[in-house]
């Protein structure tokens, strides 16, 4: 196995694409059952950011994330989820900047925790921001530093890399 | 959006871990329902090939991803999806190799779809074939073509991306 990520990447995004989506944003503790998020149809998007990102690179993520055609609407064309119309489920998902090392996934081109938590709020507040002039598009997201427990129903995940 | 895949990227696989996953092999037909495979707590295989792949690659890639260390054991320790013992589903998922271009995705990348099935079949065959020397874990795939309806219920999908 190679290391394939050029220096350059400031961000990486997987898509996917569901009926169904739910995930934890509070565990479990002794005194409640936990709090969860979910969204029907829509687009799941897990998103990791590399060293040397910085806010700049957020509304063309968000521009571009939203509006990709990745969608299939009841016609079978793929429209944006946008245009769809339908939800987002943002997950924060460090793990996707791991490169295999023997058996083993080293995670040094992530950015640090602070710089992390700090980049993926704003790119939850683009995200929402850009609702607001929606159809009817509603976004949830993951708490950062969290395990993502999910649950994820789809009609084919059509899953997507997208790096920036 | 920049093109960041190097030229001698030849597959590409996304792997997700499980507590249950659920995949359809036969979708449905006036005469039956469908039919499905199911793995319990284990790992998902989403894989696809770039032009220039060869079954060459297929011995370094099975031995790679069924030993990475990407499976939390009861313990909270991280051991790989043969020491948990755990599952394995594999996911055709040709989408892989999209690249964004404007609002849509392109796949020029991508292996032919008479190549893509001879490598996703060796790819099946040799991960049944490791099985055979393994504890306990079981192989399921989906059907390469079909539409992948996929249910995934995890415990953190803890997603990892792995170029050959």
Chains 1, 2 share one sequence.
């Not at 009841?74 to 769809?84: A, N, R």
Request: hydrophobic letters at 35%; glycine letters at 10%.
């Amino acid at each position: 196995m190679t290391e394939k990520t050029a220096p350059s990447t400031l961000a990486r995004t997987v898509l996917q694409q569901c009926l169904h989506a739910r995930l934890q944003v509070r565990p479990p503790d002794g005194e409640s059952e936990g709090e969860w998020v979910e969204i029907d149809r829509g687009m799941v998007i897990y998103i990791c950011f590399f060293k040397g990102a910085t806010e700049e690179i957020l509304p063309r993520m968000v521009s571009t994330l939203l509006n990709l055609k990745l969608c299939e609407n009841d016609s079978g064309k793929y429209v944006s989820v946008f245009e769809l119309p339908g939800n987002v489920l943002i997950v924060p998902q460090a793990t996707l900047g791991g490169k295999a090392k023997g058996k083993g996934m080293q995670y040094h081109s992530n950015v640090g925790k602070e710089d992390g938590l700090r980049l993926y709020s704003g790119f939850v507040a683009l995200c929402e921001k850009e609702l607001q002039t929606g159809r009817g598009v509603t976004i949830k997201h993951g708490t950062y530093g969290n395990r993502q427990v999910l649950q994820l129903d789809t009609n084919g995940p059509y899953t997507h890399l997208v790096d920036f």
